[in-house]
């Protein structure tokens, strides 16, 4: 068995919450993490091969020690061994092929055992907490402890000790409970001290953010929305018990760099009503996504910022309702074939939307569309509009909106496209009567201009 023992940076942040994200963070190299007092433990032996041997993964896990937020790491064959070795700085590279399964060998385990003899008694806190007993014997290291009659040591200092040395050097199985993910991201941060500025908030807020993106990453997922939340000191509960604010993305992201600066957008608008203790974070709309193929060519150098994220930072900045696009609906009435809608929110439309406006047998849509239909006058029984309207291509039918007539009126209708001598191609219709067939142009029908091309 190989463990690699990892302990947190002391920060500002409270310990058990840096203690929980380090631990899912590493599970990413294997299901087999715990807790073990200050420290993550994880035992990594049938991992090794994934990630190209030993050496590569603890140079792995060291590279991204300062990312993650974590000073010291440390490999042994049991976890309390790996914890006294990281508790002492670490262990050298060399302990790594000591303790790996592949050695194997009787010479390769009294190797690390002595490395483990030659660790103050600190190391192991069973035993450091008789150091001062231990030191008026003589002992100054856990190998002195190991050579003390076991009898003596069992009636002065309790099964403890020799349980706590007994299993870091092997010699008695361990039990641990093994670390999960939540099914549902929610994590709270109390801030070791009381804030008036939305800036220290956020910053307190990239610290959950990262939590999140580890979270994410573990269930190969992304979000579409996360409501950060705040809490008055208790001193200031006059002013309300808090407040909070939710971010949107059109996309499930995964990234929290995008994440925190659409919250810094959102933060520069708040006005706090009192200092703040405690910070929640909560998200949800969670999706599934597809992790990205790996190249053999060079990646792509990035150019600036996506432009979906892009326009989300502007909706934070200038409003939702100042950052609009176009979305197609599911609707064969000419005016209400698309709508504007949030950039901010979920992009798409109806999968029967693009079809029922792309048609092949439909004629050209215009690209100029008049907001309101202009009644057309006539000459015998053929529209006029800056001239005697020639028909080209058409009927067109629609006859649509009878489910919404309060709203939009009945649309019932035959569109042509047809050609005025001095306004070039435009799109008119004849308005029809339900139930009517249509088929004669007579003079009784009533003209529309609706559309120009070009």
């Known amino acids: 068995m190989l463990w690699l023992s990892l302990i947190p940076c002391r920060t500002e942040h409270a310990v058990a919450a840096q203690q929980r994200a380090l631990s899912w963070w590493a599970l990413q190299f294997t299901p087999r993490v715990a807790l073990l007092e200050e420290a993550v433990v994880f035992e990594v032996s049938g991992s090794l091969r994934l990630f190209g041997g030993a050496r590569h993964l603890l140079g792995l896990v060291r590279s991204q020690a300062g990312e993650q937020g974590f000073h010291a790491v440390a490999s042994a064959p049991t976890s309390r ?4 070795l990281s508790r002492q700085g670490g262990s050298d590279a060399q302990m790594i092929d000591q303790a790996s399964p592949a050695g194997g060998s009787t010479g390769g385990a009294r190797s690390w055992q002595v490395v483990l003899d030659a660790l103050p008694l600190e190391a192991l806190t069973s035993v450091a907490s008789h150091q ?3 030191a008026r014997l003589g002992c100054q290291t856990l190998g002195d402890v190991r050579r003390l009659p076991r ?7 309790g099964a403890g000790l020799l349980q706590a040395l007994d299993q870091a050097y092997g010699n008695q199985p361990e039990q641990h409970v093994w670390e999960t993910l939540p099914e549902v991201f ?5 801030l070791p001290f009381r804030v008036t500025s939305t800036e220290a908030i956020l910053h307190a807020a990239r610290h959950l953010l990262g939590q999140l993106e580890t979270w994410l990453a573990a269930r190969r997922a992304g979000v579409r929305a996360i409501v950060l939340r705040w809490r008055h000191d208790m001193a200031s509960q006059a002013a309300g018990e808090g407040g909070e604010l939710e971010v949107r993305t059109a996309e499930p992201v995964r990234e929290v760099d995008h994440l925190g600066r659409l919250l810094g957008e959102h933060l520069a608008k708040v006005e706090l009503q009192g200092p703040v203790g405690e910070i929640m974070l909560h998200a949800h709309e969670i999706a599934v996504q597809a992790e990205q193929p790996l190249s053999l060519l060079p990646d792509a150098i990035p150019s600036g910022e996506a432009f979906q994220q892009a326009l989300e930072r502007l909706s934070a900045r200038l409003g939702e309702s100042r950052v609009q696009r176009p979305v197609l609906l599911d609707d064969h009435r000419p005016g209400h074939m698309q709508d504007w809608r949030p950039a901010a929110s979920p992009a798409g439309c109806s999968a029967a939307a693009r079809p029922s406006v792309l048609q092949p047998h439909h004629l050209p849509l215009p690209a100029w569309l008049l907001e309101l239909p202009q009644p057309l006058p006539m000459r015998g029984n053929k529209p006029v509009y800056q ?6 291509a058409g009927p067109h039918r629609i006859e649509s909106g009878w489910w919404d007539r309060r709203a939009t009126g009945q649309v019932v209708r035959d569109y042509f496209i047809a050609s005025s001598p001095q306004a070039g191609l435009v799109w ?3 308005e029809r009567w339900p139930g009517d067939a249509g088929h004669s142009l007579d003079a009784a029908s009533h003209w529309y201009l609706h559309g120009l091309y070009g």
């Open 151 to 157: 009898g003596g040591m069992a009636r002065r200092f």
């Open 132 to 134: 001062a007993t231990l």
């Open 428 to 430: 008119v219709y004849r």
């Open 387 to 392: 001239g005697l309207l020639t028909l080209l």
């Open 81 to 84: 061994g790996a914890l006294a």
């Open 186 to 190: 929610d994590e709270r941060l109390e």
